[in-house]
């Protein structure tokens, strides 16, 4: 199994490779956003101190937090916009954590049970469609509940 300190070092060269892409090579963060997925995955684990799930782009979660709930990870570097939630693994799933990357670095947009993110949700065919600006006001209104 991977350790932490493993995970940590493959967020800091996953993060270095993304500020090469962006500054050097002139990338937009969207369009490395095979990168920013990736790193998303290794921020979750540091983030709840768990591990990767044992399949790259395993159907339904790709963190498993240390108290063994099961996270989809969605990472984008959009402003405004939606990330789609498949319906069809939402029963392998607990949590969702959603993260924007944004000058140079990730921040938590959403943490928590997936439900909440689906509730607030729109569907299209089957799919569920989470905006951004959405996530941001679910998950303000958690963090000032829980203080």
């Known amino acids: 199994m991977i350790t932490q300190e493993?995970?940590?070092?493959l967020y800091d060269k996953y993060l270095e490779i993304v500020h090469l892409e962006v500054s050097e090579f002139g990338c937009k963060p969207?369009?490395?956003?095979?990168?920013?997925?990736?790193?998303?995955?290794?921020?979750c684990a540091l983030h709840v101190k768990g591990t990767l799930a044992h399949?790259?782009?395993?159907h339904g979660f790709d963190v498993t937090a240390k108290d063994n709930r099961k996270?989809?990870?969605?990472?984008?570097a959009q402003k405004s916009g939606f990330v789609t939630i498949?319906?069809?693994?939402?029963?392998?799933?607990n949590d969702l954590m959603l993260l924007q990357y944004?000058?140079?670095?990730?921040e938590i947009i959403y943490y928590?049970?997936?439900?909440?993110?689906?509730?607030?949700?729109?569907t299209w065919e089957d799919k569920y469609e989470f905006d951004i600006s959405k996530a941001k006001k679910?998950?303000?209104?958690?963090?000032?509940r829980d203080k």
């Open 6 to 9: 493993q995970i940590q070092l």
């Open 55 to 58: 399949e790259t782009n395993q």
């Open 102 to 106: 944004a000058n140079e670095k990730l």
């Open 138 to 144: 679910l998950h303000n209104k958690a963090v000032k």
């Open 30 to 43: 969207t369009e490395v956003r095979h990168l920013i997925g990736r790193l998303g995955e290794f921020y």
């Open 86 to 93: 498949n319906s069809k693994t939402l029963n392998k799933v």
């Open 112 to 122: 928590g049970p997936i439900e909440k993110a689906v509730e607030v949700s729109r």
């Open 71 to 76: 996270i989809s990870v969605k990472t984008t």
